[in-house]
T-cell receptor
Framework: EADIYQTPRYLVIGTGKKITLECSQT?????MYWYQQDPGMELHLIHY???????EKGDLSSESTVSRIRTEHFPLTLESARPSHTSQYLC???????????????FGSGTRLTVV | KNEVEQSPQNLTAQEGEFITINCSYS?????LHWLQQHPGGGIVSLFM???GKKKHGRLIATINIQEKHSSLHITASHPRDSAVYIC??????????????FGKGTKLSVKP
């Protein structure tokens, strides 16, 4: 079944560690997104990609980086985690063309990151 | 002024009540999404609309493109409907065409 997968679901890590949050989708979507969400707050777009080798920064400045080497894979990396990075990170994907059946958005389950 | 406005921000209902959440937007869009987020964080896409009305079970979503307004209705509400409901529009302009613009969400609590 086509879906979007995020791992890990929960991560507690020490300050200064490098982390990579994984996101993969099996829907053949061109577009992928990373959102950051603090508890009870709105979603903020931090990175997006419209296809392989395409990445853009979103509306909210983030110290994280992303890569898109394969269509289905859009990992997010923090080189040196800090307590201010504690948040929930949600991955999403969407199709590009309104006339196609895969135009809708699909969200992953999220990664809840705690940096201690 | 936010490009996507939702009301109400918070809503408490008794089980069985009919619920309406409203969304107004001020930008050109290619589609409007209604999303549901339960405590614990996962987001589910309930509807994607570009015109008219859609129904899925007890949920109904409508959109009026001319008035730039959408509503989400829940019939015979149940405590398991308690969640945050988010209206999001898919812009059709500018460099970020296709990205979602989110409303602030409506926190719904349905009491038994």
């Amino acid at each position: 079944e086509a879906d979007i997968y995020q791992t890990p679901r929960y991560l507690v890590i020490g300050t200064g560690k490098k982390i990579t949050l994984e996101c993969s989708q099996t829907m053949g979507h061109d577009k992928m997104y990373w959102y950051q969400q603090d508890p009870g707050m709105e979603l903020h777009l931090i990175h997006y990609s419209y296809g392989v080798n395409s990445t853009e920064k979103g509306d909210l400045s983030s110290e994280s980086t992303v890569s898109r080497i394969r269509t289905e894979h859009f990992p997010l990396t923090l080189e040196s985690a800090r307590p201010s990075h504690t948040s929930q990170y949600l991955c999403a994907s969407s199709g590009s063309f309104p006339e196609l059946a895969n135009y809708g958005y699909t969200f992953g389950s999220g990664t809840r990151l705690t940096v201690v | 002024k936010n490009e996507v406005e939702q009301s109400p921000q918070n809503l408490t209902a008794q089980e069985g009540e009919f619920i309406t959440i409203n969304c107004s937007y001020s930008v050109g869009i290619s589609a409007l999404h209604w999303l549901q987020q339960h405590p614990g964080g996962g987001i589910v896409s309930l509807f994607m609309l570009s015109s008219g009305k859609k129904k899925h079970g007890r949920l109904i979503a409508t959109i009026n493109i001319q008035e730039k307004h959408s509503s989400l209705h829940i019939t015979a509400s149940h405590p398991r409907d308690s969640a945050v409901y988010i209206c999001a529009v898919r812009s059709n302009y500018g460099g970020s065409q296709g990205n979602l613009i989110f409303g602030k969400g409506t926190k719904l609590s349905v009491k038994p």
